[in-house]
């Protein structure tokens, strides 16, 4: 089946501990991005992939880091997690550019920073 | 820059009610265009889309119409069930940014329930 799979799914942490949600993609896909969903804003692009080793920004990149070591992982790291960086969060793949090709997307990552 | 404007939510209608959510947007050159649903618990998933003025993309009785003129893709569906409720997002696709990144911009979300 395909997928893209986000985990932990659920996370409450404190300020300042270093985190990281996995996302893993079976379609072999060469773009993935991730998300962030905050009520009243929509989604909002946090980094990019194009392919391996290649990442860029998106519109809200600070106080995250990401890294693409491997065609089908993209994990999002958040070295010092603060409480404006509790949101709800989404990985997604596609085989085009976004805007050109359906996206697919992970059920989704609720974190809780206190 | 680029940006999506959607009817706030929620939007509460009875089975077999006329569905209309708007959607308008403000865009640099020829974007194409989405809406993606989001079930409870689940991600987005892509509805339907038009590339180009004019279009209209269609899928499982919803219906949406590229109209340049009024820059607006209204999502439509004659006859809601209660499976239909979700939260539903209009998006379009941004140009390409120097460093060959592309990104859709999504609207705020609307959300619809069905009552049986």
């Known amino acids: 089946e395909a997928q893209v799979t986000q985990n932990p799914r659920y996370l409450i942490t404190v300020t300042g501990k270093k985190l990281t949600v996995t996302c893993s993609q079976n379609m072999n896909h060469e773009y993935m991005s991730w998300y962030r969903q905050d009520p009243g804003l929509g989604l909002r692009q946090i980094y990019y992939?194009?392919?391996?080793?290649?990442?860029d920004k998106g519109d809200v990149p600070e106080g995250y880091k990401v890294s693409r070591k491997e065609k089908r992982n993209f994990p999002l790291i958040l070295e010092s997690p603060s409480p404006n960086q509790t949101s709800l969060y989404f990985c997604?793949?596609?085989?085009?550019?976004?805007?050109?090709?359906?996206?697919?997307f992970g059920e989704g990552s609720r974190l809780t920073v206190l | 820059g680029n940006s999506v404007t959607q009817m706030e939510g929620p939007v509460t209608l009875s089975e077999e009610a006329f569905l209309t959510i708007n959607c308008t947007y403000t865009a640099t050159g020829y974007p194409s265009l989405f809406w993606y649903v989001q079930y409870p618990g689940e991600g987005l998933q892509l509805l339907l889309k038009a590339t180009k003025a004019d279009d209209k993309g269609s899928n499982k009785g919803f219906e949406a119409t590229y109209r340049k003129e009024t820059t607006s893709f209204h999502l439509e569906k004659g006859s809601v069930q209660v499976s239909d409720s979700a939260v539903y997002f209009c998006?379009?696709?941004?140009?390409?940014?120097?460093?060959?990144?592309?990104?859709?911009?999504f609207g705020s979300g609307t959300r619809l329930q069905v009552q049986p």
């Open positions: 998006a379009l696709s941004a140009p390409y940014t120097d460093t060959g990144r592309r990104a859709l911009t």
């Open positions: 997604a793949s596609s085989f085009r550019p976004p805007g050109t090709g359906e996206l697919f």
């Open positions: 992939s194009m392919n391996v080793e290649v990442t």
